[in-house]
């Protein structure tokens, strides 16, 4: 089982990991990211390159693949506008064994914030909103993965 | 004469004032950096957004480029500011 989606709309997180529990491996692990509320921030914009955004992250996924032996993988990415406790992004992986779920579950969502091309906005209720940074050491954490 | 479709995103896109371009496609030799360098020499928003290469990450035809990547036959080319998603 391997499935990407791009999506404007909210997710099941339970019925995500319950068909990821139904393929057969001994395990299954998941991370799942939250719109963070700080610094005032009322709502985060997720813009990407559609034509592009499927497919890298299928190749993505590919790459985890190919690392792992893995018998399911799931990853929803959220797009347009989210307001804080928001879900943004699910990664869920499904193995024989725990240490490779775990590990291609971080692999995964590691190379999302380095490798597909999503770029988030934080909107504020008291000032412009920003583009966020690329921040350098998710980069090199992305990289370790090459070793 | 062939074209080439160029996108932006993020503040690139906010910077120039514009979601896409088309120009006739340069010399198969010429690089995603001179490229940039032809449109950064449009002035206005378009140096803004392009006069700092450093800050610049491209795609071509859906696939990340470095920037001296020759442009070839590609149809499109993309031109943003390094991802953040996740």
Same mark, same amino acid.
Not at chain 1, 10 to 35: H, K, P, R, Y
Not at chain 1, 42 to 55: I, S, W
Not at chain 1, 59 to 66: G, L, S
């Given at each position: 089982?391997?499935?990407?989606? $791009?999506?404007? %709309?909210?997710?099941?997180? +339970?019925? *995500? /990991?319950?068909?990821?529990?139904?393929?057969?491996?001994?395990? =299954?692990?998941?991370?799942?990211?939250? $719109?963070?509320? %700080?610094?005032?921030?009322? +709502?985060? *914009? /997720?813009?990407?390159?559609?034509?592009?955004?499927?497919?890298? =992250?299928?190749?993505?996924?590919?790459?985890?693949?190919?690392?792992?032996?893995l018998l399911g993988v799931r990853v929803i990415h959220r797009v347009g506008r989210l307001s804080p406790g928001d879900r943004i992004v699910f990664v869920g992986t499904a193995s024989r064994h725990r240490t490779a779920a775990l590990e291609s579950c971080a692999f995964l969502i590691d190379w999302l914030k380095s490798h597909a091309p999503f770029w988030k906005k934080e909107h504020f209720a008291d000032r412009d909103p920003t583009w966020v940074e690329a921040k350098a050491e998710d980069e090199a954490k992305a990289y370790g993965w090459t070793k | 004469m062939a074209t080439l479709d160029i996108l932006y995103f993020a503040w690139v896109r906010e910077l120039i004032g514009r979601d896409d371009d088309q120009v006739d496609r340069p010399a198969p030799d010429s690089t995603v950096a001179d490229l940039i360098d032809m449109l950064a020499s449009r002035g206005g928003g378009y140096a803004e957004a392009l006069g700092d290469k450093e800050r610049l990450r491209a795609a071509l035809d859906q696939h990340f480029v470095v920037l001296d990547t020759p442009i070839g036959q590609a149809r499109e080319l993309a031109i943003f500011p390094p991802v953040t998603g996740g």
């Open positions: 089982m391997k499935q990407v989606s $791009v999506q404007a %709309e909210d997710f099941d997180v +339970a019925a *995500e /990991l319950s068909a990821l529990e139904q393929v057969g491996g001994g395990g =299954v692990a998941s991370f799942t990211g939250i $719109v963070r509320g %700080e610094n005032g921030l009322t +709502a985060l *914009e /997720l813009q990407h390159y559609p034509a592009m955004t499927a497919p890298q =992250v299928e190749r993505i996924v590919e790459e985890a693949m190919t690392r792992w032996p | -």
